[in-house]
């Protein structure tokens, strides 16, 4: 059983940064591929990045590549968004996923085990 917490979300102005965490409980961490994805109002959840069990392995939205980087720290069991250059349209909830045993690639469709509970990010004009 794995519990995830997101945390590091707010209000930013456009062009600026934030870093998101997850942060989990449980055993194994490092068996767990995870992903962030985000829901904006009125739309579905769209897949943002998502990193290996090892960290060794990463895969970006279009949207996001050369903006977004994804990282895991396994002492701390905690994955990281970073989030440079932020825009409007990157107003939305975010969540992390980890799935057991999946890969990075495998992730990235959105079918994972365990969810955390969100955290609000909101890019002003």
């Known amino acids: 059983q794995v519990q995830l917490v997101e945390s590091g979300g707010g209000l930013v102005q456009a062009g600026g940064s934030l870093r998101l965490s997850c942060a989990a409980s449980g055993r194994s961490f490092s068996n767990y591929a995870v992903g962030w994805f985000r829901q904006a109002p009125a739309k579905e959840r769209e897949f943002v990045a998502t990193?290996?069990?090892?960290?060794?392995?990463?895969y970006y939205a279009d949207s996001v590549k050369g903006q977004f980087t994804i990282s895991r720290d396994h002492d701390k069991n905690t994955v990281y968004l970073q989030m440079n250059s932020l825009k409007p349209e990157g107003t939305a909830v975010y969540y992390c996923a980890a799935d057991y045993l999946r890969s990075a690639a495998g992730l990235v469709a959105g079918k994972a085990d365990y969810w955390g509970q969100g955290t609000q990010v909101t890019v002003s004009t």
């Open positions: 990193i290996s069990g090892s960290g060794r392995s990463t």
